[in-house]
């Protein structure tokens, strides 16, 4: 398993990771590839990164769908972030992408793999695992 490291810089940010992903599996052999976010205000997911708009996009969607002016349970003293923990689900923890025979990632032409930031800026972690 290799771990990567990215930093976020807004309270929601899509991330295009897919370079990131492609260097961390070069030269590995397996079926697929596991990208797994261990966080709990974060997720992952597979869109088009031909436009970078699109990612822009998805965070307004996200922060219009999941609002901040809900009656929230979740109230930590000083880190009030109920809705960031909707929105990462909505997106959820992790994608799979088949690997070809030459080993690179098997992704549509439009496709990129985007770390979601919900709660930034903060250092985070993505996981990136060759299957067998
Ligand atoms: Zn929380």
Same mark, same amino acid.
């Given at each position: ?10 309270? %929601?940010?899509?991330? /295009?990771i897919?370079?990131? !992903?492609?260097?961390?599996v070069a030269?590995? %052999?397996g079926s697929?590839?596991? !990208?797994y976010v261990p966080?709990t205000?974060a997720? +992952?997911?597979?869109?088009e990164?031909?436009d970078p708009? !699109?990612?822009?996009d998805?965070?307004?969607?996200l922060?219009?769908i999941? @609002? &901040? ?7 930590? &003293?000083g880190e &009030?972030?109920? @809705?960031?923990?909707v929105?990462a689900?909505?997106?959820? @923890? %992790? +994608?799979v992408? @088949?690997?070809? /025979? /030459? ?14 930031e919900f /709660? ?6 993505v996981?990136v %695992? !060759?299957l067998?």
């Open positions: 398993m290799t771990t990567l490291t990215v930093r976020t810089e807004r309270q %929601s940010q899509l991330v /295009d897919t370079r990131l !992903v492609r260097d961390a030269g590995a %052999s697929a590839v596991l !990208v966080h205000t997720g +992952v997911t597979i869109n990164h031909a708009m !699109v990612a822009r998805f965070e307004m969607a922060e219009r999941v @609002p &901040e002016d809900w009656r929230w349970q979740h109230v930590e &003293e &009030e972030n109920a @809705p960031t923990h929105r689900a909505l997106m959820g @923890p %992790s +994608v992408v @088949p690997l070809r /025979d /030459d080993g690179s990632l098997a992704l549509g032409t439009w496709q990129g793999i985007f770390f979601c /709660d930034g800026p903060r250092e985070r972690s996981h %695992s !060759v067998a």
